[in-house]
């Protein structure tokens, strides 16, 4: 089982990242960051969901409230006041550590061999800990992300949420060095939650299925919702169960209608051949573009995930949920 941290801001979605990590990885810690609610509000929900799925023994480190350089967003139109609203759920027992995320983050990867560390909110923690300890980023096997989008963003016409809200860190993050495999809006897209869906988990019928269809039942209200982070942890557990490009990916830090965009470079793909016809993470890749492409563009330095296997993706967060009580 691959070692990892988990950095989220819990979400509806990243409760279901936290139920598969729980499960079928082995999970050191969770670190929360402000992000989808307030640091109180996400730090007691991670303590909830692990409350819930009887995994009391995994410490939970409290992190950055907001970015450093700009105030912070929260998406309480998607994930309600809580930041996860549905359930009814009693307070947590557990309290969470004292020590800070950042500090668990790099002691455990500079004392730890191979961590895998896996970020399904804004980045300002990985960024904090990057800059406390540059070697976290040689020494970490990778940054498992969820954020940005190859082509489009969500939470502006460019910008996906969790790169928008800290967009410095972000950049940080994607120029440390550090292995990347980034899970952005135009795969998780691919992820729909459907009533069928929502339907078979709460037939399992334990208490887990229970709490994720209720979950599920606030998240899906307004329609067209998909379960972005789950994703990320999902690629970790299955390598096979997404299909990646390795391309150049920038953070845009100073554009009026792109800031916090996930700029991927596409060029090798401007062919006279009907983009349709163009299978990205099998047929071409950077080095080897199709015929008569003008450009390769600059030189990969992420892994993006283009294309999910969703059947398999339900199939593995049923399996895993019937393993909880
Ligand atoms: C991301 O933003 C948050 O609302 C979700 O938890 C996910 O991490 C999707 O853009
Ligand atoms: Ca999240």
Redesign the pocket.
Known sequence: MRKVILDC?P?H??AFAIMLAAQNLDLLGVTTVG??GYLENVTRNALVVLEKIGRTDVPVYPGHAGPSTTPLVI?DN??GKSGLDGPVVTPPIRKPETKHAVDFIVETVMSTEHVTLVA??PLTNIAAAINREPKIAEKADALYI?GGGAYAG??TPAA???IYVDAEAAYKVFHSGIPIYMVG?NLTRQCPVTPEFIERIRSIGNTTGVFAAELLDFFSKGGDVHL??PCAVAWIIEPDIIKEAFLHVDIELNGTLTRGMTVTDLRFLQTDKPEADIDLTSTYKWNDPPVGSPFRGKEPNVHVGMRLNYPRFCDLVVETLEKYK
Do not use: P, Y
Request: hydrophobic letters at 30%.
């Open positions: 801001d979400g979605d990243d992000g989808n998406a998607v994930h399904t909110g969820m969500n939470w996906e949420f969790n809006v972005h982070d």
